[in-house]
């Protein structure tokens, strides 16, 4: 058994995906009362003269990036924002805003030992789904408790609510805003990464959501040494006509999407409004719903393009006099790949070409593919010739299996062919190789979208590929289905041979059957040999040509020669794959491949 590294692309097209979040509406908390300590350094003046403790127990506080020890010490590039605004960098709450305290008053609800408690008022009740909380502890982990206080005088306990050190944990709302020394004013910056403040979700029970908060009493409980300090809440406030929340989405085709919904509890729906793009900026109350008054919780949009990625948003018509919510957050999904009518060419570049699938594992030629998993067809340069351009397998030990599938045709119109250009080398270099006696490399195709497949040519030992270019040609007369796809199909059998060689396909063709009279013409008259070639190119018919040119595989002309001769000297070039264009002098054109050896 060869061992071998493989080294190769896997590009795998995803089907879809969404966001399953409701949409929220953040606000801000602001605190009327109850932070006991001033732990933030503002302005002009030693450290001491601007707070009156420290986050961390061992004399360190945070700075606002306005701190200067005096007035002509050095301004700061980091600190906490100037104005207290945090915007929350946590993915799952985007727009989550908080407001600190006033610098210049005590910013923080800071609960050293255990059973230390405080009791925040806020300056305006708010209903809420939920309250985030921004704090941190210094010189250790705290874990705390929330007494949530409604209005009506009743209350919601949270406990086991986990404060990070303020030090490289996860699930920072900001971080990166250094620290001082309040008895030296030393000064740290963190490195940009580091004090950091955290955010810890508070889930209020549904039949608390619809009641004002007046204020949250937070009880140190852990009795390890941090620090816990308390800056800020914000609120998911409560509305009784709440954004729906996106569920996965349902059936996909190439050109429509089911999608699906449901609604928080206490809300009442009188319907439903949906909007979809394929640019993911969110609507606004403004926006004109694409689809608007929809009676159910789900909707099969249509009228879709293949092979295209939509975001879509939702939001509630309600039975209130609010008559609609916030949008959703967005949905994604990317359509299927729809049949496409020919003419078609996949050059393998980029590779593998829209809708191709590449990890299809397993089977064989009468079974189909048996499922996915690493890809065994990768982008390579045809015959070995340079790194791009082309697809290619690599057969070298036992049971080796792999997949290249094509995008669907829509051949009803009938009169088509299929063609592309192929050929065998040894796996490190451009030599000819031989086939394992046990191993096939085949051309199939399927006229149900890849559920059954039909063998249209086999290669194997008795009819190995050589090492020049080869090219495929099968006419589909029989074949006029609206959802045809070939494949590529390679196994190295169960027996382990000694060759270890690359199988390469590119130029992939369906096109009309039908040569034009000028193509037909060149192809009679115009050909070059050998193929490959080494120092010199020979021409038929070459009096019937005008001009050549020759180009690399991406497209740069390296010569051009008028009225060519039957030899065409080409030492100059590098090793590797070219092409040949002649312009014939009754105005026709044509382009053939040479490898120079």
């Given amino acids: 058994m060869k061992l071998k590294l493989l080294c190769g692309v896997v590009n795998m097209a995803a089907l879809f995906s ?3 979040m409701t949409a929220q509406n953040y606000q801000t908390m602001p605190v009327q009362s109850g932070f006991t300590a001033d732990v933030i350094a503002n302005g002009v003046g030693p450290a001491l003269s601007s707070t009156t403790s420290d986050v961390d127990g061992v004399s360190y506080a945070f700075i606002s990036k306005d701190f200067q020890v005096t007035s002509s010490s050095t301004v700061l590039t980091y600190g906490l924002p100037i104005n207290g605004t945090v915007n929350s960098v946590v993915g799952s709450t985007p727009g989550l805003v908080y407001q600190l305290a006033d ?9 050293s030992n255990t059973n230390d408690s405080g009791t925040l008022v806020f300056t305006t009740p708010k209903a809420a789904f939920r309250l985030y909380m921004l704090a941190t502890s210094g010189s250790g982990v705290s874990t705390v408790s929330a007494v949530v206080n409604f209005t009506d005088n009743t209350s919601q306990t949270i406990t086991g609510i986990t404060v990070s050190d303020w030090y490289n944990a996860s699930g920072f709302a900001i971080q990166g805003f250094g620290r001082i020394n309040r008895n030296t004013d030393a000064l740290e910056s963190g490195s940009g990464t580091n004090p950091r403040l955290y955010q810890s979700v508070l889930n209020i029970d549904a039949a608390n959501q619809s009641k004002p908060i007046q204020s949250i009493t937070v009880t140190k409980t852990s009795t390890a040494q941090g620090h816990a300090n308390i800056f800020a809440f914000s609120a998911d406030a409560y509305s009784d006509c709440a954004a729906p929340t996106l569920q996965p989405v349902g059936t996909l085709s190439s050109n429509s999407a089911a999608v699906s919904w449901t609604v928080p509890a206490g809300t009442t729906a009188a319907g439903y409004d949906l909007y979809y793009s394929t640019t993911n900026t969110a609507p606004t109350g403004a926006t004109v ?8 919780t789900s909707y099969t949009i249509g009228g879709l393009q293949p092979t295209t990625t939509y975001y879509y948003w939702v939001r509630t018509n309600c039975n209130n006099s609010t008559g609609q919510s916030v949008w959703s957050f967005a949905g994604t999904f990317t359509t ?3 049949a496409l009518v020919p003419s078609y060419t996949n050059t393998f570049n980029p590779f593998p070409g829209s809708c191709w699938a590449l990890n299809l594992t ?3 030629a009468t079974t189909g593919p048996a499922g996915t998993g690493t890809a065994l067809w990768i982008q390579d340069g045809f015959l070995n010739n340079g790194t791009t351009g082309a697809a290619r397998l690599n057969l070298y030990s036992t049971n080796r299996k792999g997949w290249m599938k094509t995008v669907p045709f829509n051949l009803s119109a009938g009169g088509y062919r299929v063609k592309f250009d192929y050929g065998i080398t040894t796996y490190s270099g451009t030599a000819a190789s031989a086939m394992g006696s046990d191993d096939i490399i085949q051309f199939l195709v399927s006229n149900d979208g890849g559920t059954t497949w039909n063998v249209l040519q086999t290669w194997n030992a008795a009819n190995t590929p ?3 270019l080869n090219t495929y040609i099968y006419d589909l007369a029989n074949f006029v289905n609206a959802n045809t796809v070939f494949a590529f199909y390679g196994s190295d059998g169960t027996v382990d041979d000694t060759p270890d060689y690359n199988f390469y396909v590119d130029n992939f063709t369906v096109e009309s059957a039908q040569l034009s009279t000028s193509e037909a013409a060149v192809k009679k008259t115009v050909a070059v040999h050998p193929n490959p070639f080494k120092d010199i190119l020979h021409i038929s018919d070459s009096e019937k040509v005008a001009s050549l040119t020759v180009s690399d595989i ?7 020669i008028d009225r060519p001769a039957k030899e065409i000297e080409l030492s100059f070039l590098n090793a590797g794959l070219y092409l040949v264009t002649f312009r014939l002098k009754d105005g026709s054109q044509y382009t053939v491949k040479a490898v120079k050896q």
């Fill in 18 to 20: 969404s966001a399953f």
């Fill in 103 to 111: 610098y210049n008053a005590n910013n923080s609800l800071k609960l």
């Fill in 289 to 296: 719903p694409s689809i608007p008054g929809i009676a159910s």
């Fill in 336 to 338: 299927l790949c729809g």
């Fill in 362 to 364: 397993g089977g064989d």
């Fill in 466 to 468: 050589s090492n020049t």
């Fill in 554 to 560: 991406s497209g740069r002309v390296i010569k051009t």
